[in-house]
């Protein structure tokens, strides 16, 4: 019996909350441009002294921006659009296809019964979000 992509992100949002997975994606980029915009703005209206204040504040709320902030993998699972659920679902297929099950509810059975199934669907979504998402993983509270 084929398993269903919403099937497929339920099971792995019970591996990730069994794990305990967050994941803090980082904005590098976003921070950078607004270094360089607050410090362009005061150079602008404030000649060399702006450009140092602009410089400096951009440069705070740059690093601000860029502070990792961990949400739990569940949540991000539930928010990502299909054409990624649809990526995750065939790496997943791949690590599931030679086991033995009749249905959704067997084999989560199965998954939660076995700690290597686990590891393997937690090292799945460790690698899809670092690769795709450019995020830390962290595990635990």
């Known amino acids: 019996m084929p398993i269903r992509v919403d099937q497929m992100m339920q099971l792995l949002c019970r591996v990730a909350q069994e794990k305990e997975m967050k994941a803090a994606v980082k904005h590098s980029f976003r921070g950078g441009i607004v270094t360089i ?3 362009f ?12 204040v602009g ?3 951009g ?3 740059g690093a601000w921006m860029n502070s990792t902030k ?3 993998v569940p949540q991000i699972l539930r928010q990502l659009p ?6 995750l679902y065939i790496e997943a297929i791949a690590v599931l296809q030679s086991l033995d099950w009749s249905d959704f509810a067997r084999l989560t059975a199965v998954v939660m019964n076995s700690h290597l199934l ?8 460790e690698n ?11 595990y635990g509270a």
């Open 37 to 39: 915009t607050t410090a």
């Open 41 to 52: 703005a005061g150079g602008l209206l404030g000649g060399p002294p702006g450009l140092a």
């Open 55 to 57: 410089g400096a504040l």
């Open 59 to 61: 440069g705070l709320l």
């Open 70 to 72: 961990f949400k739990p």
């Open 82 to 87: 299909p054409a990624e659920q649809q990526k």
């Open 118 to 125: 686990q590891l393997q669907l937690a090292k799945l979504l």
């Open 128 to 138: 899809y979000f670092t690769r795709e998402q450019s995020a830390v993983i962290k």
